[in-house]
């Protein structure tokens, strides 16, 4: 198990990996390889293909595979039966969306209590810049500089999987917290930015 390799798959991005690279040898200690691929997130409408996206991933058996996508994806929660939009998903390979950090984890609340009042005026589309404007540093937008740092903890949760089982963390300052509204999530990626102690002590 010791020998695996990280292999970090570009999946149609235009980021730079190689800094992300770089974080996770540190972080972890082990080799990682760069490979850049096309397509290989499959969906239907929304929804997550992963037999047909595990099969454009060739090593994944002898790797910890992480494709990083530019592509939107949803998965089906059976417990309550409703189709979610993801950041992430920590798997054999796991994935993660860069729109999916945009999009899934919700907005500051102030956000959507604006788009419900004005959606039915037809202003929404003349007042969501601004309301973006007011809102700025509160959420993570498409093109957004700080999407390395949420790549880097959102990249540790997989390895995490990977190397114990268990992705996530309770503890709100830890890179491994499961963030679902944004502003935690810039909380624990970048204004904290570190692992907890039990995380530390671990790596
Ligand atoms: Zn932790």
Same mark, same amino acid.
């Given at each position: ?12 991005? +235009? ?12 972080? @972890? ?20 293909? @992963? ?14 595979? /992480? ?40 907005? %500051?609340?102030?956000?959507? =209590?604006?788009?419900?009042?004005? +959606? ?14 007011? =809102?700025?540093?509160? @959420? ?6 700080? /999407? =390395? ?10 390895? @995490? ?5 268990? %992705? ?23 204004? +904290? ?11």
């Amino acid at each position: 198990m010791k020998s695996r390799k990280i292999y970090l798959y570009n999946d149609n991005c +235009s980021l730079n990996l190689s800094k992300l690279k770089a974080f996770i040898e540190n972080t @972890f200690k082990r080799p990682v390889i760069i490979k850049r691929i096309k397509n290989a997130v499959v969906t239907k409408g929304l929804l997550l293909d @992963f037999i047909k996206t595990k099969k454009n991933i060739p090593e994944a058996k002898n790797s910890y595979p /992480i494709i990083i996508t530019k592509r939107l994806f949803a998965t089906f929660d059976t417990f309550d039966k409703r189709i979610h939009l993801r950041s992430s998903l920590c798997s054999y390979p796991s994935i993660i969306s860069l729109s999916g950090i945009v999009e899934a984890p919700a907005k %500051p609340r102030e956000y959507y =209590l604006a788009k419900q009042s004005l +959606s039915s005026t037809g202003l929404w589309e003349f007042e969501e810049p601004k309301i973006k404007e007011k =809102l700025r540093g509160r @959420f993570i937008d498409y093109d957004d500089k700080r /999407i =390395l740092e949420i790549l880097k903890g959102l990249v540790s949760q997989a390895i @995490f999987f990977y190397l114990t089982g268990e %992705p996530f963390c309770k503890v709100k300052k830890c890179r491994l917290y499961n963030a679902h509204w944004q502003e935690d999530l810039i909380y624990s990626q970048i204004k +904290s930015g570190k692992f907890c102690a039990k995380h530390s002590k671990i790596l």
